[in-house]
Every structure is written in C-alpha cells, then in structure tokens.
C-alpha cells in the first residue's frame, strides 16, 4: 500500500492531535505542518509539497469565505481537503464543500475517525455528517428546478 502524504495546517492544539493519531497509521506520511505563525506560508508549501491529503483547520479558511481553499485546489489539483475543526455551523460545512473540500470532522471524533477519513477521502469518498447529505440533496433539486 502506498503511503498517503498528509499536510496538517491548523492551530497548535488540533494540529498535534492530528499528527499523534495519524503517526499510529503504517500507510499516512506527515509531510508538512504549518502552524498559526506560518499560515501566510500555506499557499506557497502546498505548491511545493502537494499533498494527497491537507487537513485544514476551518480558523485558517473562515476569514477568507473559503476562498483559500479554491486557491490551494488551483496550486495542487490533486489535493484533497479536510476540514477539521471544534464544530461548524451546517452552512459553513455547506460552504467549504461548494469549494471543494471533501471531508469534514470535529476535534473531538480525531481519535476515533481521523485515520479512518484520511483513508476514506485519499480513495475518492467525501466524509460528511449525514445531515449535510440531506441539505446538499435539497441544493440540486433547486439548483435544477
């Protein structure tokens, strides 16, 4: 099995939860972490890295409207986004995934889900409460009515 290569961006807390539970993975390489003092940084090792997997704390996108997540998707195609954070509102979840983020976890299931949802996602699969897959349903029919 190929390793999967994992970027973390995030705040100091969230961001060494998810390095500890991902270390226990035979299959996940941690190639970078970007931490609050080098978020202006991101965009730039996202390019340089472009990791299969960027874990990306919603404090990182919410200022931007998300935005920096279309910006990363143009830098590295192939990456694919996770969102993690305390708890998000269902429209923000409903945002982040109208620009392409394809996972979404709250801090408190890292333990138990994160490996899990980075293998998930790194296969093709989107990873969202099923209360989202209901409100993007009801999205298509009116995008199509």
């Known amino acids: 099995m190929r ?3 994992v970027m973390i961006s995030g705040r100091d ?13 035979s299959d996940v390489r941690i190639v970078e972490q970007i931490g609050p003092e080098r978020k202006a940084e991101l965009a730039t090792a996202v390019a340089r890295r472009r990791p299969r997997i960027l ?11 998300y935005s920096l997540i279309t910006i990363l998707r143009r830098l590295s195609p192939k990456t694919r986004f ?10 923000e979840i409903m945002d ?15 333990d138990k889900f994160l490996v899990k949802l980075v293998r998930a996602v790194n296969a093709g699969e989107a990873w969202v409460p099923r209360h989202i897959i209901s409100l993007m349903a009801k999205r298509l029919v009116e995008l199509s009515a």
């Open 55 to 65: 874990l990306i704390d919603i404090a990182f996108v919410r200022d931007s409207r």
């Open 96 to 110: 982040a995934l109208s620009h392409g983020v394809l996972g979404y976890l709250e801090t408190k299931d890292i």
């Open 82 to 91: 996770i969102l993690v954070c305390e708890r998000a509102a269902r429209s």
């Open 13 to 25: 807390q969230l961001s060494a939860a998810c390095h500890k539970t991902l270390s226990t993975a």
């Open 3 to 5: 390793n999967i290569a």
